[in-house]
């Protein structure tokens, strides 16, 4: 069974620095497309960054330059390292495992950490 554990989130005041961290159980993680997703009080999930098996990263608009994303296939590991935090960021952020390029096709979803940025 896959499991997708998120950890790192917390309270930190604006211009602070978080680092989340999703560890992902079974042999799907070198095949994923590994991304951070966040949702805000009363708004929709939100694409936040995506990094693909081979490495290479996507940021929103609203992250880039301040977010990076990056992973660890030795230990099943992705990293979201958020700099210059501001109070928009707040939010529950979402690791998903998106198997978009394997058959078949799956995606998976953490349950969440919370994110706050706030003096």
């Known amino acids: 069974q896959v499991q997708l554990v998120e950890s790192g989130g917390g309270l930190v005041q604006p211009g602070g620095s978080l680092r989340l961290s999703c560890t992902v159980s079974?042999?799907?993680?070198?095949?994923?497309?590994m991304g951070w997703y966040r949702q805000a009080p009363g708004k929709q999930r939100v694409w936040v960054a995506t990094i693909a098996p081979g490495g290479r990263p996507n940021y929103s608009d609203s992250v880039k330059g301040r977010f990076t994303i990056s992973r660890d296939n030795a230990k099943n590991t992705v990293y979201l390292q958020m700099n210059n935090l501001e109070p928009e960021d707040t939010a529950v952020y979402y690791c998903?495992?998106?198997?978009?390029?394997?058959?078949?096709?799956?995606?998976?979803w953490g349950q969440g950490t919370q994110v706050t940025v706030s003096s």
């Open positions: 079974g042999s799907i993680f070198k095949t994923s497309f």
């Open positions: 998903n495992a998106d198997g978009r390029v394997v058959v078949p096709k799956y995606d998976y």
